[in-house]
């Protein structure tokens, strides 16, 4: 619409620094939003599987879906993803694997590239959004950003620590576009501040630099 293309801009991935962001409230909401428009389409991807949030919300866990396409070169990635009730709205389950740590190593495969690729390129209208594991805690998330045309970083308000905010940005490739999302900020006007007390952080005291976002 007048801009300049985004190399693979149809790619967005939406992590996280840690876990407990927000990542896949903001995901879902963002998916909603895109549906709405008029000449867009949107499949979401459930590529956290650890957690696999996205499956459980749709009722599609244990479906087959991302795991099973990337175990089998043959399975039409396609033919895993599934409609819902919301028009211009599908969605790619996290899918089945055997054994976890082969599942781990699937995401980081190259078969990931060209599935992302073939996601991609079915329709100049679609946007494929993946729900992504929090950039600092697993390998397959960097592997995952290396693929993609946008990042989406969601930061929670008055808890995440700003060095691991500094450090998720790292391990982006400073040619990629990238977003951040505040997420449950109670400022209500430029310039205002938020009460850091109604928060409280733990379990992440590797961080010198504690200060929230």
């Known amino acids: 619409r007048g801009a ?6 149809h790619l967005v ?39 696999q949030h996205v499956s459980r919300i749709f009722g599609v866990n244990g479906a087959p879906g991302l795991l099973n396409a990337l175990s089998d070169d043959l399975l039409d990635v396609e033919s895993l993803i599934l409609p819902t ?20 190593e699937l995401i980081a495969s190259t078969r990931m590239d060209e599935i992302a690729t073939l996601i991609g390129r079915r ?3 679609r946007i494929a959004l993946f ?8 390998n397959e998330a ?31 490739e400073e040619e990629k576009p990238l977003g951040l999302v505040l997420n449950q900020s109670k400022a209500h006007a430029p310039g205002s501040y938020y ?17 929230p976002s």
């Not at 998916?31 to 428009?37: D, G, L, P, V, Y």
């Not at 592997?143 to 790292?170: C, F, H, N, Y």
Request: net charge negative; hydrophobic share 40%; glycine share 12%.
């Open 85 to 104: 009730d919301v028009k211009g709205l599908s969605i790619l389950p996290a899918g089945q694997c055997a054994e976890r740590d082969i599942a781990t």
């Open 13 to 51: 991935m939406v992590t996280s620094s840690l876990p407990g962001e927000g990542k896949t409230f903001s995901c879902l909401n963002l998916a909603f939003s895109i549906a709405r428009e008029k000449d867009l389409e949107v499949v979401l991807i459930d590529a956290d599987i650890a957690k």
């Open 131 to 138: 729900d992504s594991p929090p950039l600092l805690l697993t």
């Open 4 to 9: 300049e293309p985004v190399p693979n801009g």
């Open 142 to 172: 960097r592997v995952l950003a290396s693929l993609m045309g946008q990042i989406l970083l969601v930061v929670r308000a008055g808890v995440t620590p700003q060095q691991a905010v500094l450090e998720a940005i790292g391990y982006v």
């Open 195 to 211: 009460g850091y007390g109604a928060y409280g952080y733990g379990g992440y005291g590797s961080y010198g630099d504690d200060t």
């Open 123 to 125: 329709s100049a209208h």
